[in-house]
Every structure is written in C-alpha cells, then in structure tokens.
C-alpha cells in the first residue's frame, strides 16, 4: 500500500461546479499536510497548507480528519485555469520529517 | 530572486554516458532535494541534503551520485545512464527537513536512448 494515495481521476467538470478531492495517508505519525498544484510539464507549486482545524483561502478549502487519516480539498466555483494537478503532500516525524507525495489528481475544466 | 535555478533545461544521453544536473537556489535554504517524476506519476525522491555538508538516500537512489557543494548549490550525477532513468528532474529547496514548504525549480527533462 502506498504511504499517501489519491484517487488519479481525472475529473471532468464544467466551470462554476464544485469538485472536492480526497488524500489518504498511512503512517498516523504524519504531522503536517499540503496541497501542490502542477500544471502540465511545470513545476509543482504550494497551493495550501491543511491545518487540524480545517483552513479556508478563496474557492479553495482544506480539511484534515486525523481519525480516518485523510485530506480533503474543495474547489468552488472551479475556474478554467484551476485545471492542473493537485499533489497531496505529507511530512512524517518517522520518515525524518521528509515529504511524501502523492500521485496527483488531475482536474480539466472545461467551458 | 530566481528562486531555484536547473540546468539543463533537457538533455538527451546515449546508454552509458554520464552527466551532472545543476541545482541552485539563492533562498538561504538549509535543505535541499532531487526527484525524479515519471509520467503519470507522483515525485520519487532521489537524494536529499538535510544541511550543508550532509547528504542522504532518499526512496530511489540506485544510479545516482549528489554533491551538497555550498549551501546554494545541490548537484545530481548519473554515472552511466540507463534508459530506466528517462524522466523529469526536479530539484527542490525548503528552510529546513521538515520545510514546511518546498520550492521547486523548473526540472530537467532528461532522455536516454
């Protein structure tokens, strides 16, 4: 199994839909979570950090649920140029507080 | 402030050829990182250098060598290139292990026929 798995998609919405994303991760040790976004034949890019109690910037919300050790980002009103691939990131105290990433979940939006 | 710099920016091998990646970044990072992506694929990291002067394996480390040759400069070489080592490098920086976030530069596409 994985350390950290995404569901790859891709995911196919209309502009202005909401399209939410789902990380699970397996080490319970993991201690901080990120979302990067990639786009296509770029480099990847700190989209937000996803903090215990949840965490709000624009369209875009995280959430964390330690319990069922999973991540979660939610996009509002998705835009064209939210099409990219979003990379779910965990640091881990066990794994020398290196990060791991996840496969990525690729969104196209289209008109 | 470029951030962090790669070269090349692609670079196409013959089985057997070696050659070395440039990283640099001008953030004042103490950590830095090489991975590799295949397509459709997540980032594998190869090497990593905790400080200035360390150096460690990452997940997929076989055929390659690092050098940690300041605190600006992370350097990756491949000795004798394998078509198995045909992807897109990229090299990444963060204030410390744990980051929090990760600064990458713009990759080396790299081909090995």
């Known amino acids: 199994r994985k350390e950290v798995e995404q569901d790859p998609g891709p995911f196919n919405v209309p502009e202005g839909a909401t399209v939410a994303f789902n990380c699970t991760y397996s080490?319970?040790?993991?201690?901080?979570f990120f979302w990067y976004r990639q786009d296509c034949r770029k480099e990847p890019k700190l989209l937000m950090s996803?903090?215990?109690s949840g965490n709000e910037d624009g369209r875009f919300t995280a959430q964390l649920n330690r319990a069922s050790q999973y991540i979660s980002l939610l996009i509002r009103d998705s835009k064209l140029s939210d099409s990219a691939t979003y990379l779910c990131?965990?640091?881990?105290?066990?794994?020398?507080?290196?990060?791991?990433f996840g496969d990525g979940t690729t969104l196209t939006v289209k008109p | 402030n470029a951030g962090v710099t790669q070269t090349p920016k692609f670079q196409v091998l013959k089985t057997g050829q070696s050659m070395t990646l440039q990283c640099a970044q001008d953030?004042?990072?103490?950590?830095m990182y090489w991975y590799r992506q295949d397509p459709g694929m997540g980032l594998r990291l190869i090497y990593y250098?905790?400080?200035?002067?360390?150096?460690d394996k990452g997940e997929v480390p076989n055929g390659y060598n690092v050098s940690r040759l300041n605190k600006r400069e992370f350097s990756l070489r491949l000795e004798s290139a394998a078509p198995s080592q045909t992807s897109v490098y990229f090299c990444?920086?963060?204030?410390?292990?744990?980051?929090?976030?990760?600064?990458f530069g713009p990759g080396t596409r790299l081909l090995v026929l």
């Open positions: 990444a920086s963060s204030i410390g292990l744990a980051g929090p976030t990760q600064y």
């Open positions: 080490n319970s040790a993991s201690q901080s």
């Open positions: 996803v903090y215990s």
């Open positions: 990131v965990v640091n881990s105290e066990t794994n020398a507080g290196k990060s791991t």
């Open positions: 953030m004042n990072h103490n950590s």
């Open positions: 250098s905790a400080s200035e002067g360390t150096t």
